[in-house]
């Protein structure tokens, strides 16, 4: 198993120093896409959870001064599990949300640089499960719309590969993971 993990990542080193190294700036037309891990939640006081999983996309839409505002979608996944003896309460949060996005290519000596912030409007999908001794503590999480401010950037390795780093109101306060541009 040691040997296949090796040669996958020698493998993976050899593809990325084959590609080219330059990248553009986020531009009209383009697609983007972040999968990625998230930390850190917005509802405080749960147990033990698994780090939550997104998947955002969207297109760039109209170049505005010195970027571009681009649409897209956002969902999200994390679940959370408190155990007391025999009682147990499950949690598990999705959100899904359309996204304005706001990229600022300014920084026109790094074009590897893709800074962005934006507004998102989401609907958060919560369920809720509880077995064994009941405790007199009701589920107080329900779901509902809202509204998120995000801002992150990503970092281009290739033309259409790099990575992201995000800070935002979600299922998770910080996501990171890999970008994609086509």
């Not at 839409?61 to 681009?70: H, Q």
């Not at 800074?115 to 007199?136: I, R």
């Amino acid at each position: 198993m040691k040997t296949i993990k090796t040669t996958i990542f020698f493998a993976f080193l050899a593809i990325m120093a084959l590609m080219p190294l330059s990248a553009q700036q986020f531009q009209k037309g383009t697609i983007g896409v972040n999968l990625g891990i998230g930390v850190g939640t917005a509802w405080s006081g749960l147990g033990n959870g698994r780090p939550a999983i997104n998947l955002s996309a969207e297109y760039g839409m109209a170049d505005a001064g010195p970027g571009v505002i681009s649409l897209g979608g956002f969902v999200e996944n994390v679940g959370y599990k408190y155990q007391d003896g025999s009682y147990t309460q499950k949690w598990n949060f999705t959100v899904l949300g359309v996204r304005g996005v706001y990229h600022y290519n300014g920084f026109t000596s790094v074009p590897k640089l893709d800074p962005y912030a934006g507004l998102m409007l989401g609907y958060n999908l919560v369920s809720y499960k509880a077995s064994g001794e009941s405790y007199m503590n009701p589920n107080s999480y329900g779901s509902g719309m809202g509204f998120a401010f995000f801002v992150g950037s990503r970092w281009f390795f290739t033309n259409s590969m790099g990575a992201f780093a995000e800070l935002g109101y979600g299922a998770s306060i910080l996501k990171a993971g890999v970008a994609f541009k086509f």
